[in-house]
């Protein structure tokens, strides 16, 4: 094994095994079997360190979420919450130290576009109420906070049904109540026809852009939060 995914290894062992405290340049390089400069020269610092080993530790999970679950984005979506928050209870030293890295952590901003991906999802069905950019806020906001809130309490003590009652008010604020085969209102129309703008046929790059700045003018008038507009991500 080369000496960056022995390091990486045995971080991920040392973080499962004895929490964040374990995770000092000589613990490491130790369990490792290297120098301790191998690490700053591989990783920089510490949280370069800690980046990679969420990296490691999160890329079958990441990897399994990629796909759509199911083919109806509603039920993808449960799966996939499901699956987050099964992560997080599982991996909690981890979990911790990722929020505490903040947004930019790779494993972070990695989780939040395969999120974004699936609230396109949704939107391209029909089934939002509200903007991409908000349903994608407040499911991570929900998502990360029933999470830690969980973790903050011993798992004898722990609410079993929590996590489904977080899901279930945050579903109904984000989706209309109409199914997507059915005519919806004007604000899951406007929704839905904001994602296929870059599809529509015989449009000019400056007539996308004005129809793009219309559509999100009209969201931003149903008091649907600010759009980032059809090209978004």
């Given amino acids: 094994m080369d000496p960056r995914s022995a390091i990486i290894d045995a971080a991920a062992r040392l ?18 079997g290297v120098q301790p400069p191998t690490l700053y020269r591989l990783f920089g610092d510490k949280d370069g360190l800690i980046d990679a080993v969420a990296e490691h530790v999160m890329a079958t999970y990441v990897a ?35 929020n505490r890295r903040g947004p930019n952590s790779p494993a972070t901003v990695a989780g939040i576009e395969v999120l974004r991906a699936r609230v396109r999802r949704l939107a391209t069905a029909g ?37 489904d009652a977080m899901l279930e008010a945050v579903l109904a604020a984000i989706l209309t109540d109409v199914p997507a085969a059915t005519p919806a209102g004007p604000a899951a129309v406007v929704i839905q026809f904001a994602t296929l703008i870059d599809e529509l046929p015989a449009l000019s790059d400056a007539e996308r852009v004005l129809l793009g700045e219309w559509i999100a003018r009209a969201i931003a008038a149903m008091n649907l939060a600010p759009t980032r507009g059809p090209s978004s991500p």
């Fill in 15 to 32: 973080l499962g095994e004895q929490g964040a405290a374990a995770l000092t340049t000589r613990g490491v390089a130790e369990a490792a």
């Fill in 64 to 98: 399994a979420k990629s796909e759509p679950i199911d083919s109806d984005p509603v039920t993808d979506l449960r799966a996939a919450w499901r699956m987050h928050n099964d992560f997080g209870l599982a991996n909690p030293e981890l979990y911790a130290l990722l």
């Fill in 127 to 163: 089934v939002l109420r509200v903007s991409e950019e908000r349903a994608l806020e407040l499911i991570h906001a929900a998502g990360s906070g029933t999470v830690l809130a969980l973790l903050s309490a011993p798992p004898e003590q722990r609410d079993p049904g929590l996590a």
